[in-house]
């Protein structure tokens, strides 16, 4: 059995598990168990064999172990901080379940080297989190999550009509391989145009309502904002990157046909209004977890700016710090959130006086967001900035006015959340696990940055060479 | 089989499907709105099967049966019940009147024509070219019933006919890998949405469930 397959059999054995045993007081700890045992799977997995349904082509090496890396660190914190969530017996069942249901549909979708097997499998991943995002049953809770799965539910029903598409373009001569990506690559330009571009549109459509790119993302600030602290963590740090890899993967394919719509500028065309308007709405948000959700659309929309231009290293590097800074962020948030009891904007202030380590931690995480250095988004953002000024000097300058109105967003959230005078309950004790999953995010952010070592940039490299 | 009555009946399924799904909006009670579904399913599932004897390929009448009995059935009776149980049945409220609607279906599956037709002139057979247009205009109507209802039921009838018009389309392409398993997913999905429509109704008891209620919920006070 191959490392890829014993990743997502792992995860859905856990699932299983989780369903039964979910609501015993060790629970959150197998479900750290069951992420930890997935991340040496994860970065073991490898190439399969010929026509193997699940196979890590460079891009799924790199995005693998990071979810695999993200999936653990977000199993922890959910497991310190389980108790201010007050789950009953049957919802701790139920929670725990979805989290190993998600990561292991998450892992399915990255590595699937079939349309269809990618399209079910982020399906699964979809009911997953929406039944999580659902689990306050609170009327807000009960919106978000409605809005989610009717939005989600006409975006995936979109992306399997073009999964046919892309199916009918391959023509009937491929066969049971029709439907696999490499095999659709290879094909090239024998693949028919307009049914190509045509199944492009549609998958651009699906899997891009579920990566949040601007008109589809009007899901994402309440989804991410109603469910559990660590479930928000998890949507931005991996559901986001693996519905934009489905969206890379079809863009592969279409590219390979002499096109009558240009697959990269339409990409880019979305990501610059997800820019846009995630620039200017993160202004005016008062909750703190919606205003990072809207800083996740920001993000992405950045991501599909670059791959849209042709810069996919400056993608990968803006979707690689952004599920490690955002998720530290939700997790800073998170905690503050609990110990002040809102989570809104006006009711924290001052945790740097009051928790250091935290408080710092924050600050570091928004500012990394935001594009300051040493962090990875640093380096995609000046990437992106440059290849954007060689090619479309417009363009630069749009979403650099999008980057500074952002940045200077997320920085006033900064100052506002962090520093000031500390409130009383401030004074709780913060779990020192939370710390610890808090700053090693910080370092491996650091790590795809500034400081990158020769493996990690080679790893980048290479899932950048596919994407070309 | 004569190449011709082969295409004519599955020609004449698929303009049966869709026609049902102007009924769907046209209707104007949730009652009638579930009955309406019912039929579209069964037809989706005579569909899958038609092309089973047309092709020979066992796996498709495997597909027809799942789709008569979850979508023709299962789905409607089940929607049904909930009705029942909380005495929704009254007129379906409608963002946008149902004339209008009606104007804006013949536009959309006007559009698919456009759409479908010069992008499928190269290869695709006669028969998928047609089937895809059918399945465009299905998938289209759902989405926009989902988009001009306010109410939870009358939206979840609307991805219900999105994913008939997905199974229309899957059955129509030949030699389509994986078909049964993904009419099964995407049946998953709808039963998934099924039950936790009725789980929230259950709970919550929202009488109307009019999801516009829900809107002031949004945690951002407006």
């Known amino acids: ?468 | 089989m004569s190449g011709s009555l082969a295409y004519d009946v599955a020609h004449l399924i698929g303009g049966g499907v869709l026609l049902a799904s102007f009924l769907l909006l046209y209707q104007r009670r949730v009652a009638a709105l579930i009955g309406v579904l019912a039929v579209q399913g069964a037809l989706v599932a005579l569909a899958a099967a038609w092309q089973g004897v047309v092709r020979g390929e066992a796996h498709l009448f495997a597909t027809a049966l799942i789709a008569f009995a979850a979508k023709g059935v299962l789905v409607p009776l089940l929607l049904q019940r909930i009705v029942a149980r909380l005495a929704l049945d009254r007129a379906v409220e409608t963002a946008l009147p149902v004339g209008a609607s009606l104007a804006a279906g013949v536009a959309l599956v006007a559009l698919s024509v456009l759409v479908m037709l010069p992008a499928t002139a190269g290869s695709a057979g006669a028969l998928a070219r047609v089937d895809m247009v059918l399945a465009l205009s299905v998938l289209l109507l759902g989405v926009l019933m989902m988009a001009t209802r306010r109410t939870a039921i009358p939206q979840v009838v609307g991805l219900i006919a999105v994913e008939n018009g997905l199974l229309l389309g899957a059955v129509g392409i030949a030699g389509l890998p994986l078909l049964l398993e993904l009419s099964i997913a995407a049946l998953v999905l709808v039963l998934v949405l099924v039950a936790g429509v009725f789980a929230l109704l259950m709970r919550t008891r929202l009488d109307s469930l009019d999801v516009t209620l829900l809107g002031r919920h949004r945690g951002e006070g407006g």
């Open chain 1, 1 to 468: 059995m191959s490392a890829a397959l014993a990743l997502v059999l792992l995860h859905l054995a856990g699932a299983a598990a989780m369903a039964a045993l979910g609501a015993a007081a060790w629970a959150r700890w197998a479900n750290v168990a069951l992420a930890a045992a997935g991340l040496p799977l994860a970065l073991l997995a490898g190439p399969g064999a010929e026509g193997a349904w699940l196979s890590a082509d460079p891009l799924a090496r790199l995005l693998v172990p990071l979810a695999g890396f993200v999936g653990l660190t977000c199993a922890v914190y959910s497991a310190v901080t389980l108790d201010a969530e007050r789950f009953d017996a049957a919802r701790a069942r139920l929670y725990h379940a979805c989290f190993q249901a998600f990561l292991g549909a998450n892992h399915a979708a990255l590595l699937a080297d079939n349309l269809g097997l990618m399209w079910v499998a982020v399906e699964a991943a979809t009911i997953a989190s929406v039944l999580v995002v659902a689990i306050h049953r609170t009327p807000a809770a009960i919106e978000a999550a409605w809005k989610f799965f009717v939005l989600c539910g006409v975006g995936i029903a979109l992306a399997l009509f073009g999964t046919l598409l892309l199916a009918l373009a391959a023509g009937e001569a491929t066969g049971a391989e029709r439907l696999s990506f490499a095999a659709l690559r290879a094909l090239g330009a024998e693949l028919d145009a307009g049914l190509a571009s045509l199944a492009f549109l549609f998958l651009l459509a699906g899997y891009g309502t579920k990566a949040g790119l601007v008109p589809l993302h009007a899901w994402m600030p309440d989804a991410h904002a109603e469910g559990p602290v660590a479930v928000s963590a998890v949507l931005s740090g991996l559901l986001l990157n693996t519905a934009l890899a489905a969206v890379l993967r079809a863009k592969a394919v279409a590219e390979g046909v002499e096109a009558s719509v240009p697959p990269g500028a339409l990409l880019a065309a979305l990501g610059v209004a997800s820019v846009l308007l995630a620039s200017v709405a993160l202004w005016r948000r008062r909750d703190a977890r919606r205003l990072f959700a809207w800083s996740s659309i920001e993000q992405i929309g950045l991501a599909a700016v670059a791959f849209g231009i042709g810069a996919p290293l400056a993608g990968l590097l803006q979707m690689a710090g952004n599920a490690l800074l955002k998720s530290a962020v939700f997790f800073a948030v998170g905690q503050a959130a609990i110990l002040a009891g809102s989570q809104q904007i006006r009711d924290i202030s001052g945790l740097v006086a009051a928790r250091p380590a935290l408080g710092w931690g924050l600050a570091l995480a928004i500012a990394g967001v935001a594009g300051l250095p040493p962090f990875a988004v640093f380096l995609a953002e000046v990437a992106l900035l440059f290849e954007a000024a060689a090619r479309a000097p417009l363009l630069a300058v749009t979403v650099g006015a999008g980057l500074a109105v952002a940045g200077a967003g997320l920085l006033r959230a900064a100052l506002r959340l962090c520093f000031g005078p500390a409130r009383a309950e401030f004074a709780r004790p913060v779990p020192r696990a939370v710390i610890v999953v808090l700053w090693l995010h910080l370092a491996l952010a650091a790590l795809c940055g500034v400081f990158a070592p020769d493996a990690v940039a080679a790893l980048f490299a290479r899932a950048a060479e596919v994407l070309r």
